[in-house]
Antibody
């Protein structure tokens, strides 16, 4: 079955760029009409959807982050990635990648285990 | 943006009893609503999609209902592994997809 794994630095300095990769295994990122998603969870808080990307490269971003967020997909390496620039302490969170449901049904399954990221000098 | 409000914030239940969790949407999401379970230190797990369809491998004691703007997740005969935080999430029409703030089901 499809599995997802996040990777990237656990510590980012304020004003710099947070970069994460989600590697997909057990299936092709181009198989089916699925979205590929980033979601984050600040410590002790709830879940926030960040954005979706399709294997075509089409993206949908949360308007609250749109100016700072870029998502990309690398079909040859079966992965997708996130870049969030100009980070502050408010961006400290566990970042999850997940697969959206088929044909635009954007429930999320499966999820990666999560990558904790701290923004601090 | 559609706001999802979950109640109660915390639900204290004894093992073997049932729990009913609610999720209200600020506008209709039709049946485009999912429920997730999250345990400490873990990623959320999809339980219910399309308001009432159980995800693969989810026990039958979990059931979802509702449509439009009012939804319910029922957990019958709570087991020890069911004590967790539960989130609802909409995926109606256009993003942003939003989550409720969560309901914590704790042992009474």
């Amino acid at each position: 079955q499809v599995q997802l794994q996040e990777s990237g630095p656990g510590l980012v300095k304020p004003s710099q760029t947070l970069s994460l990769i989600c590697t997909v295994s057990g299936g092709s990122i181009t198989s089916g009409d699925y979205s590929w998603t980033w979601i984050r969870q600040p410590p002790g808080k709830g879940l926030e959807w960040l954005g979706d990307i399709y294997h075509s490269g089409s993206t949908f971003y949360n308007p609250s982050l749109k100016r700072r967020l870029t998502m990309s997909v690398d079909t040859s390496r079966n992965l997708f990635s996130l870049r969030l620039n100009s980070v502050t302490a408010a961006d400290t969170a566990v970042y999850f990648c997940a697969r959206g449901g088929p044909s635009g049904a954007n429930w999320f399954d499966p999820w990666g285990q999560g990558a904790p990221v701290t923004v601090s000098s | 943006e559609i706001v999802l409000t979950q109640s109660p914030a915390t639900l204290s239940v004894s093992p073997g009893e049932s729990a009913t969790l609610s999720c209200w949407a600020s506008q209709s999401v039709n049946d485009n609503l999912a429920w997730y379970q999250q345990k400490p230190g873990q990623a959320p797990r999809l339980l219910i999609y399309d308001a009432s369809a159980r995800a693969t491998g989810v026990p039958a004691r979990f059931s979802g209902g509702g449509s439009g703007s009012v939804f319910i997740l029922t957990i019958n005969s709570l087991q020890s592994e069911d004590f967790a935080v539960y989130y609802c999430q909409h995926y109606n029409t256009w993003p942003p997809w939003t989550f409720g703030q969560g309901t914590k089901v704790e042992i009474k």
